[in-house]
């Protein structure tokens, strides 16, 4: 499924940190949105979306294989950054995944089986995760059939319109426990999910 292009959203200020950027804490010794990055890599082309330059977020990624997209207005939400990588999008993709770069549990397997998906349920034109019991979640794909409605998207709602206006054209893949769900946005978020962690790594 390598024709599918995977945006990796990374152009948010971690508000909720309290000063500290999540997408720099390290996990497993590698800053998350590397972690993430990495990741993707290994399942189609990514295209990260990013705060405008310079910013750290930028050196933690210069030698891996991705395209940053620099969002001049991230300050306005996660739909300008949305509307600015689809604009980096190859006019002959079929599909695009989109990615949020705080999910540490997602595994390079779990992107991959939501990407299969679009091959096993093609009727459909959303395809997303799910938790093991089936709450929606993240990864989500969109066929090219809604990218129009991606790129005329305005404040700071995310994608959340455009899979509720088709909700009967979406597939959820269920992935393993909560893979799908967790994201860390709080210090607290934080320290919880490493106090769970063996001896404070995560598996890759």
């Known amino acids: 499924m390598k024709e599918i292009p995977i945006i990796l959203l990374a152009a948010g200020q971690s508000c909720r940190m309290g000063g500290t950027d999540k997408l720099m804490q390290p996990v497993g010794g590698v800053p998350l949105l590397r972690r993430?990055?990495?990741?993707?890599?290994?399942?189609?082309?990514?295209?990260?979306?990013?705060?405008?330059?310079?910013?750290?977020?930028?050196?933690?990624?210069?030698?891996?294989?991705?395209?940053?997209?620099?969002?001049?207005?991230?300050?306005?939400?996660?739909?300008?950054?949305?509307?600015?990588?689809?604009?980096?999008?190859?006019?002959?993709?079929?599909?695009?995944?989109?990615?949020?770069?705080?999910?540490?549990?997602?595994?390079?397997?779990?992107?991959?089986?939501?990407?299969?998906?679009?091959?096993?349920h093609p009727a459909n034109r959303i395809w997303r995760g799910a938790t093991n019991q089936g709450v929606p979640g993240h990864p989500v794909i969109f066929d090219r059939s809604l990218f129009a409605e991606l790129i005329d998207l305005t404040g700071d709602s995310g994608a959340q319109s455009v899979v509720r206006r088709h909700k009967d054209a979406v597939h959820l893949h269920r992935l393993p426990s909560q893979n799908a769900l967790l994201d860390l946005d709080t210090p607290e978020d934080w320290a919880e999910w490493v106090a769970r962690q063996p001896s404070g790594l995560h598996p890759k």
Do not use: C, W
Request: charged residues 20%; glycine residues 4%; hydrophobic residues 50%.
């Open 36 to 120: 993430v990055a990495q990741r993707a890599i290994a399942v189609g082309p990514v295209f990260v979306a990013l705060p405008p330059m310079p910013h750290p977020r930028y050196t933690v990624l210069k030698d891996l294989d991705v395209l940053p997209v620099e969002i001049p207005d991230a300050r306005e939400g996660i739909n300008a950054s949305l509307k600015g990588a689809m604009a980096a999008i190859p006019a002959d993709a079929k599909a695009v995944m989109i990615l949020l770069s705080d999910l540490p549990d997602l595994t390079t397997a779990d992107l991959r089986n939501v990407l299969q998906s679009v091959k096993t």
